[in-house]
């Protein structure tokens, strides 16, 4: 079974500044997808930015992009000018395309704090 | 943008109550999920289920849990005789079937409390 871990449980960023959050997962598939998940206080899952394994690109979107390591099984999101908006918890997922549901695997999430 | 709608926002039941929560999952989207997240805990698969039937199903998915498809648009959860450890915040998700279906969507999640 695939697990996903989130090896920070907290993380603070300033306001205008970078942080990177790091996820590492267990897989012995080639295909897959990973994702990065927001949580803001209202506890909605907000799709923040997707990574299909058999692309070599990082996934940019705005100010968050990845960076996927498939030999390393790491998958970290950096979000860059940080905004007090992105306060939230933010969870890495692994989705396999062989299983029959495809289901979503969580890792345990990164809060972050921005400071003003 | 098409979204995933939950009702209710917010429930607080008896223990021993049955339970129902629904979705309206997007319009197109024939994949269907329930995950739940018990507060401070990470997100948990319950189910998955396409045409008609369970794709698959988690530990935690025993036989006081329930999924239906009553018609063309919802997708419902119940849950026969709640329990208190069954509080948790409830998401239903949806995505298309088509390979590239890649990402599923959530709702903005059903609250659950167990009283």
């Known amino acids: 079974a695939q697990t996903v871990t989130q090896s920070q449980p907290e993380m603070s960023v300033q306001e205008a500044e970078t942080v990177t959050l790091s996820c590492t997962y267990d897989?012995?598939?080639?295909?897959?997808?990973l994702f990065w998940y927001k949580q803001p206080p209202s506890r909605q899952m907000i799709l923040v930015i997707r990574?299909?394994?058999?692309?070599?690109q990082n996934a940019t979107e705005n100010r968050f992009s990845v960076n996927f390591q498939k030999a390393a099984k790491s998958f970290s999101l950096k979000i860059s000018d940080s905004q007090l908006g992105d306060a939230a918890m933010y969870f890495c997922?692994?989705?396999?395309?062989?299983?029959?549901?495809?289901?979503?695997?969580f890792g345990g999430g990164t809060r972050v704090l921005v400071k003003p | 943008e098409p979204e995933v709608t939950q009702t209710p926002s917010h429930q607080v039941t008896q223990m021993g109550q049955e339970v129902i929560l629904r979705c309206v999952p997007i319009?197109?989207?024939?994949?269907f999920y329930w995950y739940r997240q018990i507060l401070g805990q990470k997100v948990e698969f319950l189910v998955s289920f396409y045409n008609n039937e369970i794709s698959e199903k988690s530990e935690i998915f025993d036989d006081q849990f329930s999924v239906e498809r009553p018609d063309g648009s919802n997708f419902t959860l119940k849950i026969r005789s709640t329990k208190l450890e069954d509080s948790a915040m409830y998401f239903c998700?949806?995505?298309?079937?088509?390979?590239?279906?890649?990402?599923?969507?959530f709702g903005e999640g059903s609250w659950l409390t167990v009283v």
């Open positions: 319009s197109n989207h024939l994949y």
């Open positions: 990574q299909e394994a058999y692309k070599q």
């Open positions: 897989t012995s598939e080639s295909d897959y997808y």
């Open positions: 997922a692994y989705r396999s395309l062989k299983a029959a549901g495809n289901k979503l695997t």
């Open positions: 998700a949806s995505r298309e079937v088509y390979l590239g279906g890649n990402t599923i969507y």
